[in-house]
């Protein structure tokens, strides 16, 4: 018996991925075609395996065509409009929408000038932060900035980068980083699941 436990075992941890990626494609497909799918039964009367998924993709197709024009940008203005207006579904959109912008939209970081580690919120344990300037010199005063540059570290929440911590370190105790900033912020909005290369 411990021989087939092992063996099933094995093979489960062999099969594992390719079992998991044949339920990804069938999940998503079954989860697209049923988008429009319900929609079109209800006028045809019947149901029409992978139709709602031809149009689900089409649509992506023609909204990712017309969103860099100006009729698209306008109308997804007032999509967004739409959606923030909706008393629950509002707070569930905007964090989305927030977690997508700036994984795949393009993004402003020129207020951020380098990634880099602090040791926060204590000692020993390291946090992932984004070096915006310098202190302001009452700051540095008050805090021995003589002895020891001070700047200002953003500290991005996980996983709604809008929010997080200004805090202000001496400079000796940041280790900059190499990765660049849109890396780093991927790395901490996804948890650290999506890693810079390198």
């Known amino acids: 018996m411990q021989k087939i ?3 099933f075992i094995r093979g489960l941890i062999v099969l594992l991925p390719l079992l998991v990626t044949i339920w990804l494609v069938f999940f998503f497909y079954n989860f697209l075609d049923g988008i429009l799918g319900n929609i079109i039964t209800l006028f045809v009367g019947h149901h029409m395996p992978g139709f709602g998924f031809v149009l689900i993709i089409a649509l992506i197709l023609f909204v990712g065509l017309i969103s860099p024009l100006l009729i ?3 109308l997804i203005e007032i999509g967004d409009d739409i959606m923030n ?3 629950i579904v509002k707070s569930i959109y905007s964090s989305i929408k927030q977690v997508n912008d700036v ?3 393009e993004r402003d970081t020129k207020g951020f000038n380098r990634a880099c580690l602090v040791e926060y919120p204590r000692k020993g344990i390291w946090s992932v932060g984004f070096v915006t300037s310098n202190a302001a010199k009452e700051i540095e005063k008050k805090t021995g ?3 020891s540059k001070m700047i200002n570290i953003f500290i991005a929440n996980t996983p709604t980068p809008a929010t997080g911590f200004l805090i202000v370190v001496p400079s000796k105790d940041v280790k900059l980083l190499d990765m660049k900033i849109d890396d780093a912020f991927k790395y901490v909005i996804s948890g650290g699941v999506l890693k810079p290369k390198g």
């Open 145 to 147: 900035g003589w002895k």
């Open 5 to 7: 436990s092992a063996a």
């Open 72 to 74: 698209g940008k306008r």
């Open 85 to 87: 207006k909706v008393p």
């Open 103 to 105: 994984l795949f939209m």
